[in-house]
């Protein structure tokens, strides 16, 4: 499995009740009360059996209101491109994050890869202006200990317009490359230059994928598409950027963010990494 969502859900036992609960509530806090409840008595049998980490029960808490938040808002997996992630890790942080954001969804998971390779579920509060941020190691859940504590997590909240360094200087240096890797990648949502593309993950069979993004037959996209979901396969949002055509061999200068004044107040513009 190759987003760490879909190893997420494939090894919690209470995944698929989460996200029932959540994709079905009209209101959001009886829905998070029943599933951390939930989490907490499903832990508490495990460990009448396994030696348990303390922080287990925090950890698998989180994780569940995150995948809970995804499931409810459309189970969106945004995918930055390699091409697009090797020049965005070349790239510095801006000084502060855009005005406004163009994401694919309130609540979505965004994976990362090259050489920050990860991902983070996201839950986008527009009415406070804020980003709920759940950061995942590349090698989340891949051998199935998690019952271990070896799925570790890191959760954030950054708030836009602002100063950006103020909100992330407590974050652990081994986090640091994936952190700016997402943030890199919410900026450049913003551009114009950028796409975003629906698909399917590599895995899924090409014939039906081809059935399932057929533009002149309703009926066979639905039909196509429902099957491809049955099978567990994942519909992903390609982050892309067309004149990012081919990764280079490496980079002569970093890339950097520029603040342009617009009539609406100002964006940021990408200036990307010069290639070797």
Known sequence: MHYAVQR????RPWARR???VYGSSVDFKP???ECMALVKRELERAGQVFQLPASVLSTEQMLADAYGHFCRHG????HLEPVLSAALG?????SNMPDRLNLPADAFFLHVEGGAAGGAF???DKMRQQLLILLLRDDFSRNGDWLAGGDSCLSLS???PGELAPQIEFVPEAWSALLAAVLNGFAVMTQPKATLERGWEAAAPIEIVQRALRPDCFKTRKKNRAELLKAGYQEVSFCRMAELAEAPAGYQTQGYWRRQASEAGSRLVWVAPRQA
Request: charged content about 10%; aromatic content about 12%; cysteine-free.
């Open 31 to 33: 829905a998070w009360e």
């Open 75 to 78: 189970r969106v997996v945004s």
């Open 18 to 20: 989460v996200g029932q």
């Open 90 to 94: 070349a790239t510095r942080l801006p």
């Open 122 to 124: 996201v839950l986008h």
């Open 158 to 160: 950054i708030s836009y």
């Open 8 to 11: 997420y859900a494939a090894t």
